[in-house]
């Protein structure tokens, strides 16, 4: 009993921790859709001036960047499904301003600006109020769609300066990669440190994997989560002013059904929709996945309505398989602990 | 002629841990039978076996000679077995009528609820108890003494013949409690036969016909009531003598730590004033429900209070922030620990180092890795068995979860360590080891806020123990002083009848 | 045991009568606006024929939140469900119209089962579910149906006389909808069944404990919920009489404020189905009262925001307010 206790660090040995992470069977999953798609069309590596790798990658931008806030907000077992819809009314409000002469620079700070108090709204209301977030989101879905729609009427604003429009679409140059996706690559790299390497980030999992032990960690579970909904706010804010001059066009339906594209990206991504586990990455691969399929789909001529049939297909299925799986591990725990 | 309900060598475990180990009881018809044992010894655990919760892994069941095996509590309830938890389960939304006959509502001939017949059949049976409650009120807000009437209303309309009640005393008041045991008494004639759980020892000898003591998910002995000493069963309960439980060191009590004065919150506890000195240890006794646990975490921060002030070494703490509480050097290792002390699904590192994440980051950031030296050193030090500091919480017995949290807060280096239920639903052993750890603490000089519902915990612990009754203190009784009957007496009359301090 | 109520909190109780109340203003100050909203050729059918589907999927919707769920899928249901209907009238022109309807109701009865089994059975969030059958039912009808629409030729005029004729000036599909509201009450408030509906939207461990059968109760309200989504889209058709792959988008969100508007808790637990039938009413009429009183439809989604936020957060606050109040009493 004297001898000095010494313990291991995992229980594991490292490629068993590996082997069944959601993200390394993503990154499997992605290679797999590339190589199956390179034998099976001929022409899917051909240049195609509608599918490249830029379009892919500027296409999917606008999702990628929507789901770094989120996947913090789900690992509190929260849920802001609002997103899209604060997209649209930001969109709006950058046209509108835009139309009315205000100088694009001014106009997106106040768009992004827009995007952070309507976060603050969603925030308030869930952790003041102490509504369930979900019924929060689903009511200021609605709310800020409606004003978004509602100020903008049937008119779109299109016209934005082409020098700014092309920048916005331009890719760095010398390479296939947008400057959109260095901005992605930098915001995830901070969201990244933020939710993995800091103590704010440990208070983030603390709460997702109980409320309760968080508050009597001193976590400060509603201040935390208030700053996520801002946060998710101003970044979709942010994307709301992006997509628009990527677009080159406002109007009141931007965004819509984006909220859903994200939140599969990130349960794709191994991210538990209770709280709790999951990594920033996974939502990240979770939404490449997403757009490599898509991709594929595309040259192989399914237009863009199936892609709603398999993001809706991807979101359960990607639920039902870490269902089923947490429950097999949890049979196989129980065998094990019995023998 | 057979038994009414006999279990032998009943196994049941959860993972790793095996929460029974081999539990018998043999209940008859017409009679109330003790079920007693320390907490975690598997009372609660086999009463969930008999009412359909869990199936059991090994041994016999019979229910009249008859083998048995319940895949539901609805199974169970088609038997006639009834349990009344330890937290009543009604659906606050429905009526009480209605929390009494879910599901089986009576019909008329068309088909439709029979409201008139469900509210007097439910004004029948409450007025039947002694106990009239409102038929048509919502289940919300039902004070829990009127909880557990309902339940027990719904268990004799279910005609069950056998009733287990799983501590139905813990958050009563005296004459509540009295008004339960006559309703067990008035079954027990009706020929049902009834299991009891009680902490309590009067209430078990006055009320009881046979008792059954377990340990360590173990059956000890069953014994007819009249042959049996209160000493006897607790020496059975605990495997050994008393004494040696509470090894409290002699401290020297030095300055006030922690000052409360005057702390209110409408309706939960009114005009609390108390100190704690360094290195001394001050036990809130009373019943469960009586505003102990509301009281320390209003301290704590975690819940609010309207007025009062709370003081750490001379400084006031701010309200309602447990963060601020902590800086100034409080800890709390609540009374919950799976859920208000761990993440269960998290590992052992990440729940050592939860409470001191600030100080482990570097320059603002934390890794992995700079959590393992002092997850490591903290683990070893409180001897948390675990192969591995990745571990999942919920893999621990019982035993080490409650040290991974005292490590947890010991991490902390608090100045004041408030420990609610500290030994509740743990093994013998690791329980004298966390007696052993807060004795030490204390005499390192942390001023110690214990909560303990176990009154030979309370008082082989406590320098001084404060009583609470319907969220006032009662009594502050010294060490010296201290007596079961003295605390218990404080812990259920009013102040003024209490001895004078 | 009398407690007294303070006059805001009577009103908010009598949830029913307020939204009476504000329905028949509505109707009032528009008729006044507008002379034609009421007294027109079809004034009053109009009026009373809308909130038909309204109700149809505000009911389904109520009792899946009854039950702490919720199913976002319900718009794309009906789109679904009318196409199916549309289309089988223009396949099948021999079938009988009430054989067209059955099948058209089984139809979405299915496709709420879907969402049912997989919340029931795999354990999974309905909001995760729902918002997926959301998309990949309205993906099925945009690929099934393309740039095709239901042709009003296709439909027969029997069918289309169901919105348009009546009971004593009473549309057909107001009385359809009356039914449902009748049965649905009936069975959330008589059946055996429909309190465990609320007993386990109330305390859902403790359902469990009780040993109630979690999963088919769980099960049944998307089962129904979806059923009637298929009944709304038969109405939508006989409505209409045409339609394209975006019928019911975005309805849902209009079910889901019906429900809170008139009283179901977002919790679970708690809500009257004749307070949902009355809040669906509200909303209807609503719609038709907008564009009336010059402000635009485009605007209406925005209500429907404010209403299930304002709805949701007033709940909100008197809960706790009275909970404080219970608290103090207690006290005292």
């Keep these: 009993m004297t001898v000095e206790t010494t313990y291991l660090r995992h229980d594991r040995p490292l490629w068993r921790r590996l082997l069944l992470r959601p993200e390394a069977v993503l990154i499997v999953a992605i290679i797999l859709v590339i190589v199956v798609s390179i034998i099976v069309m001929p022409n899917y590596l051909r240049p195609n001036p509608n599918y490249t790798f830029s379009t892919l990658l500027l296409n999917a931008a606008p999702i990628l960047i929507l789901a770094l806030p989120l996947t913090l907000i789900i690992v509190t077992g929260e849920i802001d499904i609002s997103i899209g819809s604060v997209l649209g009314l930001s969109s709006a409000a950058f046209g509108l301003m835009f139309a009315a002469g205000i100088p694009l620079p001014v106009a997106a700070l106040i768009s992004v600006a827009i995007g952070g108090l309507v976060g603050a709204f969603n925030g308030v209301l869930v952790t003041v109020v102490g509504l369930p977030s979900l019924a929060v989101t689903i009511g200021t879905l609605a709310l800020f769609r409606g004003i978004a729609v509602g100020v903008l009427g049937t008119t779109a604003v299109t016209g934005f300066p082409s020098a700014v429009t092309s920048f916005v679409r331009s890719t760095v140059p010398g390479t296939p990669i947008p400057w959109l996706i260095v901005m992605f690559i930098v915001m995830a790299i901070g969201f990244g440190v933020l939710l993995h390497f800091t103590a704010f980030g440990r208070g983030v999992f603390a709460i997702g994997l109980s409320p309760e032990n968080a508050a009597f960690s001193g976590v400060n579970v509603s201040r935390t989560k208030f700053t996520l909904f801002v946060l998710s706010g101003l970044v979709a804010g942010l994307v709301g002013v992006l997509f628009t001059l990527q677009y080159s066009n406002a109007i009141g339906s931007n965004g819509n059904g984006f909220e859903l594209r994200a939140v599969t990206a990130i349960v794709l991504g191994g991210v538990s929709i209770w709280g709790g586990t999951g990594s920033l990455l996974g939502g990240i691969l979770g939404g490449l996945f997403i757009a490599t399929v898509n991709k594929s789909l595309q040259v192989l001529g399914i237009g863009d309505d199936a892609i709603y049939v398999i993001t809706g297909t991807a979101l359960i299925a990607s639920v039902v398989v870490s269902s089923v799986a947490a429950a097999i591990s949890q049979r196989r725990r129980a065998i094990t602990s019995t023998a | 002629m057979s038994h009414l309900l006999e279990l032998h060598g009943v196994a049941k475990g959860f993972g790793q841990v095996a929460a029974l180990a081999s539990a018998d009881l043999v209940l008859d018809a017409g009679t109330i039978h003790a079920l007693v044992g320390e907490n975690g010894a598997g009372k609660s655990t086999l009463v969930k076996v008999i009412g359909g919760v869990y199936s059991r892994d090994a041994g016999e069941f019979l229910l009249d000679g008859e083998s048995v095996d319940f895949r539901s509590t609805a199974d169970a309830k088609h038997h006639g077995i009834a349990v009344i938890y330890q937290e009543p389960t009604l659906f606050p939304d429905l009526t009480v009528a209605e929390n009494i006959f879910v599901g089986r509502q009576p019909y008329t001939r068309f088909g439709t609820i029979d409201r008139a017949s469900m509210r007097r059949s439910a004004r029948e049976l409450t007025a039947q108890l002694g106990v009239p409650i409102d038929p048509d009120r919502e289940a919300r807000g039902l004070s829990i003494a009127d909880q557990q009437i309902v339940e027990i209303a719904k268990a004799i309309s279910l005609n069950a013949r056998v009733l287990i009640m799983d501590e139905p005393t813990a958050a009563l008041s005296g004459v509540e409690v009295d008004r339960l045991m006559g309703v067990a008494r008035q079954l027990r004639d009706e020929g049902k036969g009834v299991i009891f759980i009680s902490h309590r020892f009067d209430e078990v000898f006055a009320l009881c016909d046979t008792i059954t003591v377990m340990r360590d998910g173990r059956y000890i002995a069953t014994n007819p009531i009249a042959d049996v000493t209160v000493d006897e069963i607790i020496r059975q309960m605990v495997g050994r003598s008393v004494e040696n439980l509470f090894p409290k060191e002699e401290a020297e009590i030095g300055h006030v730590v922690l000052d409360v004065e005057h702390l209110s919150r409408a309706g939960v506890f009114e005009d609390v004033s108390f100190q704690v000195r360094s290195g001394e240890i001050v036990c809130l006794a009373g019943l469960v429900g009586a505003g102990r646990s509301e009281i320390a975490r209003a301290v704590f921060g975690v819940d609010r209070y309207d007025s009062g002030t709370v003081k750490i070494d001379g400084t006031v703490v701010p309200r309602h922030r447990p963060a601020a509480a902590m800086a100034l050097g409080m800890g709390f290792v609540p009374e919950d620990r799976r859920k208000q002390g761990l993440a269960m699904t998290a590992g052992v590192a990440t729940n050592i180092t939860l409470a001191i994440r600030n100080q482990v980051a570097k320059a603002g950031f934390i890794t992995s890795k700079l959590e393992q030296a002092p997850a490591a050193e903290w683990a070893r030090r409180l001897h948390v068995k675990t192969r591995a500091l990745d571990t999942h919480a919920f893999m621990l017995s019982g035993g080490n979860q409650q040290k991974v949290v005292l490590a947890k807060w010991l991490a902390t280096n608090p100045k004041l360590l408030i420990v609610d239920e500290p030994t509740r639903g743990i093994d013998v052993g690791t329980k004298a080891e966390v007696h052993r750890l807060i004795s030490e603490l204390a005499g390192t000089g942390v001023a110690v806020l214990m909560i303990s519902s176990e009154l030979p915990e309370v008082l082989g612990m406590a320098d001084r123990v404060l009583t609470v009754r319907e969220g006032r203190l009662t009594a502050n009784i010294a060490r010296v002083d201290a007596s079961a009957e003295r605390v218990m007496f404080a812990a259920t009359h009013a102040p003024d009848s209490a001895v004078e301090t | ?332």
């Excluded at chain 3, 089984?106 to 969402?115: A, D, K, Q």
């Design chain 3, 1 to 332: 045991m009398t407690r007294t109520q303070s006059w805001w909190e009577w009103i908010f109780r009598a949830r029913e009568l307020s939204l009476i109340v504000v329905i028949v203003a509505l109707v009032v100050i528009t008729t006044l606006t507008q002379p034609q909203y009421l007294f027109s050729e079809g004034g009053v059918r109009d009026l009373l024929r809308t909130p038909a589907l309204y109700i149809a999927l505000a009911v389904g919707e109520a009792i899946v939140i009854i039950t702490r769920n919720i199913d976002l899928s319900i718009g794309s249901i009906l789109g679904l469900s009318a196409y199916f209907c549309g289309n089988l009238f223009h396949q099948a022109p021999a079938l009988p119209i009430p054989v067209v309807i059955l099948l058209t109701v089984l139809f979405g009865g299915i496709l709420g089962s879907v969402n049912g089994l997989l919340v029931a059975f795999l354990k999974v969030p309905a909001l995760v579910i729902t918002l997926g059958t959301l998309y990949a039912y309205r993906g099925i009808a945009v690929l099934w149906i393309g740039g095709n629409f239901i042709r009003p030729e296709w439909v027969p005029k029997e069918f289309t006389q169901l919105a348009l004729s009546g009971l004593f000036g009473v549309p057909w599909l107001l009385i359809v909808a009356v039914v449902v509201v009748l049965l649905a009450a009936w069975f959330m408030t008589s059946r055996r069944t429909g309190r465990e509906l609320y007993a386990i939207g109330s305390n859902p461990d403790a359902a469990v404990l009780y040993g109630l059968r979690t999963r088919r109760l769980t099960l049944l309200p998307f089962v129904i919920s979806g059923t009637l989504a298929g009944v709304a889209g038969v109405i939508y058709v006989s409505i209409y009489a045409t339609g394209d792959s975006k019928v019911g988008l975005g309805l849902e969100l209009q079910a889901v404020a019906a429900a809170v508007v008139g009283g179901v808790a977002v919790v679970g637990g708690a809500g009257r189905i004749w307070g949902v039938a009355l809040g669906a009413f509200f909303l209807a009429t609503l719609t038709t009262a907008l564009p009336v009183l010059s402000i635009p439809s485009l605007w209406q989604q925005a209500v429907v925001g404010v209403l299930i936020v304002g709805a949701i957060t007033l709940d909100r606050v008197f809960f706790v307010v009275r909970q404080r109040q219970a608290r103090k009493g207690l006290s005292a």
